[in-house]
């Protein structure tokens, strides 16, 4: 829909989430101190948070932090503490370029975002579940992944758990009362969602390196077997496999955690949590995949305001396939295309009127849905299918330099491809995710003896604007044709001295369509 570029562009900036920012402030970093006990699932917390004044006059620091946790202390000058936020008064008001901290002090029991249980053998451990804004109902943060910052972990907890989280083990210390501290530290900035803690008894597993990054897995003892083949192979080839093709690891180790409270995985940086009966489960080799392409996308390039999280999810939906096409072939590759092409047209009807980009979230039980994965997946593909493979992967490559460690949004990411030869690549960023539904195609041809022709005549039957569609007809065997179905019908024909055997429409399954396609 090239006609309506210029307005939808013209909106791109005024486009946001709803979360209240605060541009006169950059959270550098934060110390979490939290201490945690077997007979009681109350948390003792105290947060250092190191930040920048960006500009004169800034007068408070705001931070998330629920109204279940009770706050002690904060700062030097009283504070306000209601509707989840936590206001602290900066006295004397900041200048620009200076560096404050303040400290938290708290305490409470957190009513979701630290997942306290037994787990699926009846152990007791302790996980956070921050994804995607959960962090602040046990830790005072700027929830919203716009403020990137480092962080640390310093637990105290019973001495039979292992900690584990972002980031370095810098000490583990015996306190000689049946307690133990451990210390994390994460060197690289993150986002809110991705700093985590889990405390648990686990077989824990170092199985080398790659790349001087080191492996390892943390998984309940009863479980170490099926953690090896659940994890080893599959974290090696995704660990290679990316950093071949997009660029250097960002992080300083990766680590796999089996972890209650949630199914699935959560892509924490550098410490993966993957949710207790996917491990017991096979294969969970695309689970695996996909968490470890977040460490690059998601994590390490991180969209800068929900409404543009397929600059996560989407990624990590194809780079999940693109690394099945490496490990196991083109075969494996097609048929997971094709799976995913079957979800997006079964959710379009489920999901009427519902882009993949979002229009100012307000609504964070809305920030996912099946689209954002699998749709951003496809448009990745159809782009890779318009640009070549050469030229997309250079693409990526450039995006991940540039925005490596940063924020970036749908139009960072057609500013680079667009340098790399992504010729119109705005219109079909919009087309594919910011118009809900897909093209509905039907389609038939026939032989005309006497003129030598296949004739193809494609309709698109869906309802509203027609899509700009470039698309293969294989006539023959190893004989493709491209055209551009721009229209609401078109008819095309192509020189054959005789009769093919079969006429197909995308053999080589580089549209999202649903397609009926027959001899006439």
């Not at 030097?76 to 404050?100: F, M, N, Q, S």
């Not at 955690?257 to 489960?281: C, D, L, M, P």
């Not at 992504?422 to 195609?441: K, M, T, Y």
Request: proline residues 4%.
């Amino acid at each position: 829909m090239v006609y309506l570029l210029v307005g939808l562009l013209a909106g791109m900036a005024a486009w946001a989430d709803t979360y209240p920012r605060q541009m006169g402030v950059d959270i550098e970093h934060y110390v979490f101190r939290v201490e945690l006990s077997d007979t009681t699932n109350e948390v003792r917390g105290e947060t250092r948070v190191d930040f920048r004044v960006l500009k004169d006059g800034v007068a408070e620091l705001a931070l998330d932090l629920a109204n279940t946790m009770t706050v002690e202390a904060a700062g030097t000058a009283g504070y306000w503490h209601g509707g989840d936020r936590l206001r602290i008064p900066l006295t004397p008001v900041g200048k620009a370029g200076e560096r404050r901290s303040v400290v938290v002090r708290y305490h409470g029991t957190p009513a979701t975002g630290l997942w306290i249980g037994k787990t699926l053998h009846g152990d007791r451990a302790f996980f956070s579940l921050h994804w995607p804004d959960l962090g602040r109902q046990w830790l005072p943060m700027v929830d919203h992944p716009y403020d990137k910052a480092t962080g640390e972990f310093i637990v105290t907890a019973p001495v039979r758990y292992q900690v584990v989280a972002n980031g370095l083990l810098k000490e583990e210390m015996d306190l000689g009362d049946g307690r133990r501290r451990t210390h994390w530290k994460q060197g690289v900035p993150i986002a809110s969602w991705l700093h985590a803690m889990a405390v648990g008894e686990f077989s824990v597993r170092h199985f080398g390196a790659s790349r001087g990054i080191a492996f390892s897995n943390y998984v309940y003892p009863q479980d170490r077997e099926k953690g090896i083949a659940t994890f080893d192979v599959p974290t090696r080839n995704a660990f290679e496999f990316f950093s071949d093709f997009v660029g250097a690891y960002p992080y300083e180790k990766l680590a796999n955690v089996q972890a209650a409270g949630f199914s699935g995985g959560t892509e924490h940086a550098s410490v993966i949590f993957y949710g207790e009966k996917a491990v017991t489960a096979k294969p969970a080799t695309n689970l695996v995949t996909h968490e470890i392409a977040h460490q690059w996308f998601g994590n390490s390039v991180t969209e800068a305001d929900w409404d543009d999280v397929w600059l996560s999810e989407g990624f990590a939906t194809y780079f999940t396939l693109l690394c099945l096409e490496h490990v196991e072939g083109r075969d494996a590759f097609v048929a997971g295309l094709k799976r995913s092409r079957t979800a997006v047209i079964s959710m379009t009807a489920t999901l009427p009127g519902v882009a993949v980009i979002h229009e100012n979230l307000s609504d964070m039980k809305k920030v996912l849905n099946r689209l954002i994965y699998e749709k951003g997946g496809w448009t990745l593909h159809m782009l890779r299918g318009q640009m070549g493979m050469e030229n997309f992967r250079a693409g990526v490559r450039d995006y991940y330099q540039q925005y490596k460690g940063r924020n970036a949004t749908t139009e960072d990411f057609a500013r680079v491809m667009e340098a790399h030869g992504a010729v119109g690549i705005r219109a079909h960023l919009n087309q594919w995710l910011r118009r809900p539904g897909v093209p509905e195609v039907k389609g038939s041809w026939t032989y005309d003896a006497a003129a030598k022709q296949v004739r193809v005549t494609l309709r698109q039957v869906q309802k509203g604007e027609v899509y700009r569609l470039p698309v293969e007809i294989g006539l023959e065997e190893g004989r493709m044709e491209q055209v551009v179905f721009t229209e609401r019908e078109q008819r095309f024909a192509f020189v054959a001295e005789k009769a093919p055997g079969a006429v197909v429409l995308d053999p080589n399954t580089w549209v999202l369509m649903k397609a009926d396609f027959e001899k006439q």
